[in-house]
């Protein structure tokens, strides 16, 4: 089995930052490719963010984030971060880490206006 632990959610006003954290633990057995995915109130889910698992790490990014959120990884501690800058209300959304065929438990982000 493959536990992922998403963590640093929140409330933050337009305009601000949070960083997402994942951590992968379990049966994890080489580097997979990761991704970091949302999901409104009455909207599918959607990828924003993916990373590949390397060597010579791949990122693409959903249009809606390019230029404010970058995502990274850490192979040594299987750690997958998003970090999100100027944050907007339609980031509102819980978001889900994603990897090794398994999803995380989803993290609030609220972005007030």
């Known amino acids: 089995q493959v536990q992922l632990v998403e963590s640093g959610g929140g409330l933050v006003q337009a305009g601000g930052s949070l960083r997402l954290s994942c951590a992968a633990s379990?049966?994890?057995?080489?580097?997979?490719?990761m991704g970091w995915y949302r999901q409104a109130p009455g909207k599918q889910r959607e990828l924003v963010a993916g990373?590949?698992?390397?060597?010579?790490?791949?990122?693409r990014y959903a249009d809606s984030v390019k230029g404010r959120f970058t995502i990274s990884r850490d192979n040594v501690k299987s750690t997958v971060d998003l970090q999100m800058n100027s944050l907007k209300p339609e980031d509102t959304a819980v978001y889900y880490c994603?990897?090794?065929?398994?999803w995380g438990q989803g993290t609030q982000v609220t972005v007030s206006s």
């Open positions: 379990g049966r994890i057995g080489g580097i997979n490719a």
């Open positions: 990373i590949t698992g390397g060597p010579g790490v791949i990122t």
């Open positions: 994603r990897g090794y065929d398994h």
